[in-house]
């Protein structure tokens, strides 16, 4: 995250400074903060309740674009449903009369394909609009507890209870590489932003830092501790900050962690769950973290302080109710959960979301929209958009242009 200070001088030295001589740094670094609306400190109602399952909701993810939101359950299924009425668009898993829960799902960054991760072993890719089965990953011995797509879609990795991830090529479905080295069940695995390492969560109380293109462990964070009352550590979630400089960790040791993936040493402590967290993840911006507890809560926290921000109490209106997943929808400004009472819910997070540039606009990099592509845009992010301008929010498709030009004017 690159901070601007409001009386710095605005002018090539900025530029370069920032950038660090490069372009493609500042197209990294520069996007637009979405900053958290105060709200009351717990919800106990959701926006939206997606029901048709008939048994629990395991795994849940929301489309790039946020308009749809693809579930996984227990009842062998795994449903699309549309955000904005809530109906079942279609599903992509038929329940063949013989129990094979769909633990994990998850879309393509295109979001023409999905796939999910099931009780028999294998993972399944899926073409979105027309629902139909592209090809089946087969290659591991036991559940695919955990499947998602690397971020250029071109390949998919899975985490297995056979103690082992495997990367898969998407196009052929063949198996590039396996990773091995835990000693337990891979509960989940996550690809660095930029898809040169992989991270894998294991019930044998470690997470683990691999390169994806050779399978060697880089390094492995073992920190998560015994609960006195649970006398439980296991990794149940994997994932990495937006700019890939840190790593989370969700434990059944009800903390979630963050590190160093350079050192391996823990940077922070989330605690306040008095149960298994389920599920963790960064908000969009990075400044955020997501948690999942079975305590019956989900928890919002701020990144940098490890302050909790907001409690999302799944159990207010049942005590029995408990949170397997949650996750940040593409602009932060709701949140996904998927619970033991065959729910998919849908929450106003309480954060808002950054202001939104034409996307035309983006991709030549003419914020102004004055016709002009030079610094003046530049200058234009930093007076309308403050002092603070954070890295993966916009989306800019192309800032090449701005930075090609700035200064030489029109």
């Keep these: 995250m690159w901070k601007f200070n409001s009386g710095q001088k605005r002018g090539r030295g900025i530029l370069r400074g920032v950038a660090g001589g490069t372009m493609a740094a500042l197209a990294a670094a520069l996007l637009l903060p979405a900053g958290f609306a105060p709200a009351q400190d717990v919800v106990d109602t959701p926006l939206e309740t997606f029901e048709g399952h008939t048994d629990d909701v395991l795994s849940v993810a929301f489309s790039p674009d946020g308009s749809e939101v693809l579930t996984g359950s227990s009842d062998s299924t795994a449903r699309l449903w549309d955000v904005t009425t809530g109906d079942t668009v279609r599903t992509l898993e038929e329940d063949t009369g013989w129990p094979h829960s769909v633990y994990s799902v998850a879309f393509s960054p295109d979001g023409t394909m999905a796939v999910t991760g099931r009780a028999n072993d294998t993972a399944r890719l899926w073409d979105v609009a027309s629902g139909d089965l592209i090809r089946t990953f087969e290659g591991h011995d036991g559940t695919v507890e955990s499947a998602v797509f690397s971020p250029d879609g071109s390949s998919v990795l899975t985490g297995s209870r056979d103690h082992t991830a495997k990367l898969w090529d998407t196009e052929t479905g063949d198996l590039i590489r396996t990773f091995s080295g835990h000693e337990d069940y891979v509960r989940s695995v996550a690809f660095s932003p930029d898809g040169t390492q992989v991270l894998t969560g294991s019930d044998d109380e470690t997470a683990r830092l691999w390169d994806a293109e050779t399978g060697i462990t880089i390094r492995t964070f073992d920190g998560h501790v015994d609960d006195e009352t649970l006398a439980l550590d296991w990794v149940r979630s994997v994932a990495f900050s937006p700019d890939g400089s840190m790593v989370l960790t969700g434990s059944d040791d009800t903390t979630a962690r963050l590190w160093n993936p350079e050192t391996g040493a823990i940077i922070r402590t989330f605690e306040g769950h008095s149960h298994w967290v389920r599920s963790a993840f960064f908000s969009p911006d990075g400044s955020k973290i997501l948690t999942a507890s079975w305590d019956g809560t989900v928890r919002l926290w701020d990144a940098e302080t490890a302050e909790t921000l ?6 207010a209106h049942n005590q029995y109710i408990r949170p397997y997943f949650a996750v940040f929808s593409p602009d932060g400004t ?48 930093l007076e309308r958009w403050g002092d603070e301008i954070d890295g993966e929010a916009m989306g800019f498709e192309d800032f090449t242009a701005l930075l090609e030009n700035w200064g030489e004017g029109c």
């Design 334 to 381: 709701k949140i996904l959960t998927g619970d033991n009472w065959d729910d998919a819910k849908l929450w106003d997070s309480g954060i808002e979301p950054g202001p939104e540039i034409p996307a035309e606009a983006r991709e030549v990099g003419d914020f102004n929209n004055d016709g002009c592509v030079d610094f003046e845009d530049f200058v234009f992010l």
């Design 310 to 315: 907001r409690i999302f109490e799944l159990n």
